[in-house]
């Protein structure tokens, strides 16, 4: 049996005696007095004066004695106010392990309670402490073995006289001291309007001593109501100076607030509602959902109090009302936040923000925080602080998106910050229109991915990494070293959506436009990249990522830090660009014609095929070609005719391709004449002689000569070789500029040359030489003036000539017949005279028939036939010489057309 004290005793008889339930107040103040020092002990107040209350517990003291006096006589027992274990006091608190040993703590709200093990409720909780008196809340302290739970709290509908809608484990605490306490899965349902709801504490009163929670949590549950002020853990905590304080302490349920829209007077928090005090070492994890004024993911509103390593990642939603942030919904006046930060979503109205919903005037301070999460609302929403009415923030960091109609801003709107910095590639859209970042030096800047996650970006910003702030390794992200703290920094949206054609092996990605880090700087060396492609490479220079690709789609490239290799979750990369690989454009490379020099002819002689531009390494495309050529001979002529080309793709997938900016005639046909350039036949680049060996190896002869690369002379009378029929026709038009003039010795070794002969005009085409001897060798050049098809030039090269030995004497003639007979006797080509023949005269008058062996060029095998005396003129001259050399020049004698022999 518990043995109580005196003053113990009489309380429990008075508060147990239904007789004198009137004198309730009396006594519990009484009991009051008793614990603390009385002022006549402590020498304040009227010395030696005792009050009613003394002489009443006097009296009581008195009976009491007696009491026990029956008590150990007749073994009468007294039943206590605490079954359990202990005495109540700080050095022995009681010590609860039941269900029923917890509800006694009603009992006796002054005393000291310590949970000794686990216990789950089976009925619902009635809060410990109401109302405004000191008689009526808990003053006491409750403190639990490491590790002890209580589970499935239901506080709903139960209710004690004087309650004033203020719900929780505890109703209302003043001087109260809470320390691990921990609440698994339990149900709130706050009362009507003006109370205040929380997972542990309804209402912190600190009037004359100050409440202090610490190591306590709210694990899992849910907090809901509709009254003003209601928190995960605590809902109320008044503005004071004795120092009231929640310290590493937390909650992850959920809270839930169908409020008056209208009611300015409210405060909805993860963790606490309306915060008047210290908050430090804490957080909340829980989503918040609501339709009022201020809320926010860690407390709804800071009004004086001081927020500090402290943290939100539950996501934050209000359909009303104003002052909607991810740690706090509204700080106001006197109000400070630091070294904390916050990473829910949060959706609001009006004053929308990542990290602060508004900050009113007068707040104090805002500082060395960040946000993460993405911002939606209607009016003044930002990343970090939808409004800031004065107070600058500084040395803080925003990376959500921000989505809103008017009053959009990357950070906070009315004000910038200082020393404070916005993710580069978060993006912030005001009525669907993008918002650029405003980029002020030393004020308000961008930062990459990299940069957000570098340690020494917050060092130099003032960070505190030895006392305040943790620096996470794996990672790579600031945090505070309490509790399940997650990475949720940006690590997938530095890298850009973009389009590059197809390259097949070699589809190039310029680095700068796939990574804005490479933009600013960033060496790719000290990166590891990696791609669903089929393989991949850097370019020599470092600017570019080649993809080996197949055909087009999409595809993503990851940069990694080498320096800072970080263990990510499936699927997450750091710097994952996504590649969006196009049709490549293939555009046509007209082919050329080349100039060529007039030949007479409208052969195409030389030529470059057009190309495709565009084309993937490996992929070929084949033209097949057609017979073409110009459409005029002439010097000047640029346009071609002939049968159209076609293209032969081949293997080549040309879903890889645009093909439609080719000129096709339909079926891959296209166009002779839009597949070149053509440059224009051009005159003869002045008068040069060549042997034409080709053409000489199709007439079986030696004996033909290009003149200025155009005129083809032999001496074969038939017209049966290549050019013999053009030549006929135009031989006396192209030769009859052309000058030919003989040396005596090469006129390129020895510019003391004599030029012994020339022939120039009709004599050019004629074949007339004069003064030559035979046996004799001589060099021949050719110079031509300007004429239709022959531009003037230099002279020609010389070509060596030597003079054959003379045939023999032709034979006489017949007798000419009726109207006269020519005698055209031909000496044999051994020099012998042979026989002349008898053909038709063509003169009227018939001539003698005395006729003329013709001097015919000596072959290898001795042609006969008589050369020239010096000064005669020559009708048929050939020089042979197939040795070394194998030169020769063959001159064709145009027949007068009147007939007329020769002399």
Do not use: C
């Amino acid at each position: 049996m518990v043995k109580l004290s005196k003053k113990k005793l009489i309380a429990n008889i008075l508060l147990s005696s239904m007789l004198l339930a009137q004198t309730v107040p009396t006594f519990a103040n009484t009991l009051e007095n008793d614990e603390m020092v009385s002022q006549t002990e402590s020498g304040s107040g009227v010395p030696g004066k005792a009050t009613a209350q003394e002489e009443a517990t006097d009296r009581l003291e008195d009976q009491f004695s007696l009491s026990e006096e029956f008590d150990e006589t007749n073994g009468m027992a007294i039943e206590p106010l605490f079954s359990g274990g202990g005495n109540g006091s700080i050095d022995s608190p009681f010590q609860i392990t039941t269900e029923a040993q917890l509800n006694e703590m009603r009992n006796d709200l002054t005393a000291h309670y310590q949970l000794m093990n686990d216990i789950t409720l089976t009925s619902d909780w009635i809060p410990v402490g109401y109302g405004t008196t000191s008689a009526t809340k808990f003053t006491g302290s409750f403190i639990a073995t490491r590790g002890t739970v209580i589970r499935n709290m239901r506080v709903t509908t139960g209710v004690q006289s004087g309650d004033e809608d203020n719900r929780g484990f505890f109703g209302v605490t003043e001087g109260a001291r809470i320390s691990g306490i921990t609440l698994e899965n339990p149900l709130v349902i706050g009362g009507g309007s003006g109370g205040a709801t929380g997972g542990l504490i309804g209402r912190i009163s600190d009037a004359t001593r100050p409440t202090t929670v610490t190591d306590s949590a709210i694990i899992g549950g849910s907090i809901e109501a509709s009254s003003t002020y209601v928190g995960g853990l605590v809902g109320f905590i008044p503005i004071n100076t004795y120092g009231t304080a929640v310290i590493r302490s937390s909650s992850s349920a959920t809270v839930t607030v169908n409020g008056d829209v209208n009611d300015t007077n409210q405060a909805v928090g993860g963790l606490i509602g309306y915060n008047g005090n210290t908050v430090v070492d804490s957080y909340a994890t829980g989503h918040v959902t609501a339709n009022v004024h201020n809320v926010g993911g860690l407390i709804g509103y800071n009004h004086y109090g001081h927020v500090s390593r402290s943290y939100a990642t539950g996501n934050v939603t209000s359909s009303g009302g104003e002052g909607h942030g991810g740690l706090i919904g509204t700080n106001y006046f006197g109000g400070t936040v630091v070294d904390s930060y916050a990473t829910g979503d949060v959706t609001g109205i009006n004053k929308v923000g990542g990290f602060i919903g508004e900050i009113q005037a007068l707040a104090k301070e805002v500082a060395r925080s960040y946000s993460t999460g993405h911002v939606v609302g209607v009016d003044f929403v930002g990343g970090f602080v939808g409004k800031s009415n004065s107070y600058r923030p500084k040395n803080s960091y925003a990376m959500g998106d921000v989505i809103g109609e008017t009053n959009v801003h990357h950070f906070n709107i009315e004000n910038y910050s200082i020393h404070s910095y916005y993710y580069n590639n978060s993006k912030v859209l005001a009525g669907g229109e993008r918002v650029e970042g405003k980029i002020t030096p030393d004020v308000l800047e961008p930062l990459d991915v990299i940069e957000l996650r570098t340690q020494s970006t917050y060092k130099s910003n003032g960070w505190d990494f030895g006392s305040t702030w943790i620096w996470d390794t794996t990672t790579n992200y600031p945090k505070l070293g309490i509790g399940n703290e997650v990475d949720t920094l940006p690590i997938d949206a530095l890298g850009e959506t973009i389009e590059v054609p197809y390259g097949g092996r070699e589809t190039k990605v310029l680095l700068s436009d796939a990574f804005s880090v490479f933009g600013r700087g960033g060496n790719p060396a000290d990166y590891l990249f990696g791609t669903d492609a089929d393989g991949f490479r850097l370019s020599d220079d470092g600017q570019y990522l080649i993809l080996e690709v197949t055909s087009i789609g999409t595809y993503e490239i990851t940069a990694t830090p080498l320096r800072r290799l970080t263990v990510l979750e499936p699927g997450q990369h750091w710097n994952k660009a996504t590649v969006e690989v196009t049709p490549a454009e293939i555009t046509l490379e007209k082919g050329t014609v080349f100039a060529r020099s007039f030949n007479g002819t409208t052969n195409i002689d030389r030529f470059d095929a057009p190309t495709l531009t565009g084309l993937a390494p490996g992929d070929e495309a084949t033209w097949i070609e057609e017979d073409f050529k110009y459409k005029d001979s002439v010097a000047g002529t640029n346009t071609i005719e002939g049968a159209n080309w076609t293209l032969d793709w081949g293997t080549i997938n040309l879903s890889n391709y645009d093909v439609t900016s080719l000129p096709t005639n339909g079926e891959d046909t296209y166009l002779i004449e839009d597949l070149f350039e053509v440059e224009a036949i051009t005159k003869a680049a002045g008068a040069y002689l060549r042997i034409d060996e080709e053409l000489a190896a199709q007439n079986n002869t030696h004996e033909v000569i290009t003149i200025a690369g155009t005129a083809l002379l032999h001496h074969d009378d038939t017209p049966d070789t290549p050019g013999e029929d053009w030549y006929h026709d135009h031989a006396e038009e192209l030769l009859q500029d052309v000058t030919f003039l003989i040396y005596d010795t090469d006129p390129q070794a020895n510019p003391l040359a004599r030029v012994v002969a020339y022939a120039d005009g009709i004599a050019a085409v004629d074949g007339a030489f004069v003064g030559l001897s035979p046996n004799t060798s001589y060099w021949i050049t050719a110079i031509s003036d300007e004429s239709t098809n022959f531009s003037a030039g230099e002279e020609s090269d010389p070509i060596v000539l030597t003079t054959a030995r003379s045939g023999g004497n032709g034979g006489n003639g017949g007798n000419g017949g009726p109207g006269g007979n020519t005698g055209n006797n031909a000496g044999d080509p051994s020099g012998n005279n042979s026989p002349g023949n008898n053909q038709p005269g063509t003169t009227p008058n018939g001539g003698s028939g005395n006729g003329s062996g013709t001097n015919a060029a000596a072959t290898s095998t001795g042609r006969g036939g008589k050369l020239p005396n010096t000064g005669e003129v020559v009708s048929a001259f050939a020089l042979l010489g197939f040795g070394a050399v194998g030169t020769a020049l063959a001159s064709w004698l145009k027949r007068k057309k009147d007939n007329e022999t020769m002399v």
